[in-house]
């Protein structure tokens, strides 16, 4: 039903285009009896658009909260990962500052 009201609206639209008042008599169309019936939208056509449109807001909410759970879930495995390789830099910065001097006579230019 939803769609059947989109539908109507879109061939509205075309048709006020033709017909709005002061386009100089505008383009009379006729339609033949083979063509759909384009009159007002009933409560419940509107009532089932309504809600197909709210059903897919919703669908798209949870769609974002699952998204959001899953970075939340992974937080705590990324912050971990962080701290190891924090914890591996500073340590093969000591092992370097301890090679240094080792260093330092076979290249002076690097020197401290």
């Avoid at 009201?5 to 009379?28: E, I, R, S, V």
């Avoid at 339609?31 to 007002?40: I, K, T």
């Avoid at 495995?77 to 190891?84: D, K, Q, S, T, W």
Wanted: aromatic letters at 4%; proline letters at 5%; glycine letters at 8%.
């Amino acid at each position: 039903m939803g769609k059947d009201f989109l539908a109507w609206g879109a061939h509205k639209t075309k048709m006020d285009q033709f017909t709005a008042p002061g386009a100089g008599g505008g383009l009379q169309l006729e339609l033949s009896e083979g063509s759909q019936d384009m009159s007002e939208p009933s409560g419940a056509q509107i009532l089932a658009a309504t809600e197909a449109s709210g059903q897919a807001v919703q669908a798209k909410n949870e769609a974002m909260a699952l998204y959001v759970n899953l970075l939340r879930s992974d937080l705590p495995a990324l912050v971990e990962r962080f701290i190891a390789m924090e914890q591996q830099v500073t340590t093969m910065q000591t092992e370097l500052d301890a090679l240094k001097p080792l260093c330092s006579p076979l290249r002076p230019d690097h020197a401290n």
